[in-house]
């Protein structure tokens, strides 16, 4: 199986834009999703398929992707975006996730 | 609402087994594929297992394959892991997640398995 690799920590400052980082082979082939875990909850999916939000996530949440990398931008970060995110993808047969960013919004 | 419940998370000694539950509602259970994932206390998520609608496809994770079991019942909704020859290392909470063939669009809120003598 692969790996997928995420930067461990990245902080913003309120309202300010910020992007976290994926990066792995598997990406060259298939979409990479993200997920926002606040603590004591479980994992939420803000975003699949590069860049679709599902229902209720909010637009301030964008995708993108370029050759081994994948990137979730928070556009006008909010306070209550603070947590840790985590992308994953498929690899063959299994499923990888990366390491996880956890995101302090000053 | 989609809702998945897990159950069946307790202390069990090293080298002992464990069946996890996973109840799906609010979904057509038997059309989506389903998977298994943990996390340890601070640590990362972590694949354990996937299951098709029919139970036709099945992967494990490196760290659990031949000793974990995933299976599903789609008249009661439910898919399963069956856990055997436990190990300090697979101590954690375990979620199921349903799979939108990709990404994991609905999770559970966890059960937690402790393995320790």
């Known amino acids: 199986s692969s790996e997928l690799t995420q930067d461990p920590a990245v902080s913003v400052a309120l309202g300010q834009t910020v992007r976290i980082t994926c990066q792995g082979d598997s990406l060259r082939s298939f979409f990479a999703s993200w997920y926002q875990q606040k603590p004591g909850q479980a994992p939420v999916l803000v975003i699949y398929a590069e860049n679709i939000r599902p229902s209720g996530i909010a637009d301030r949440f964008s995708g993108s992707s370029s050759g081994n990398t994948a990137s979730l931008t928070i556009t006008g970060a909010q306070a209550e975006d603070e947590a840790d995110y985590y992308c994953?993808?498929?690899?063959?047969?299994?499923?990888?996730f990366g390491g996880g960013t956890k995101l302090t919004v000053l | 609402e989609v809702q998945l419940v897990e159950s069946g998370g307790d202390l069990v000694q090293p080298g002992g087994s464990l069946r996890l539950s996973c109840v799906g509602s609010?979904?057509?259970?038997?059309?989506?594929?389903m998977n298994w994932v943990r996390q340890a206390a601070g640590k990362g998520l972590e694949w354990v297992a996937h299951?098709?609608?029919?139970?036709?496809?099945?992967y494990y994770s490196d760290s659990v394959k031949g000793r974990f079991t995933i299976s599903r019942d789609n008249a009661k909704r439910s898919a399963y892991l069956q856990m055997n020859d436990l190990r300090a290392e697979d101590t954690a909470l375990y979620y199921c997640a349903k799979d939108l063939r990709g990404p994991f669009d609905h999770w559970g809120r966890g059960t937690l398995v402790v393995v320790s003598s």
């Open positions: 609010g979904f057509i259970f038997a059309s989506f594929e």
């Open positions: 299951i098709s609608g029919r139970s036709k496809t099945i």
């Open positions: 994953n993808s498929r690899s063959g047969s299994y499923v990888i």
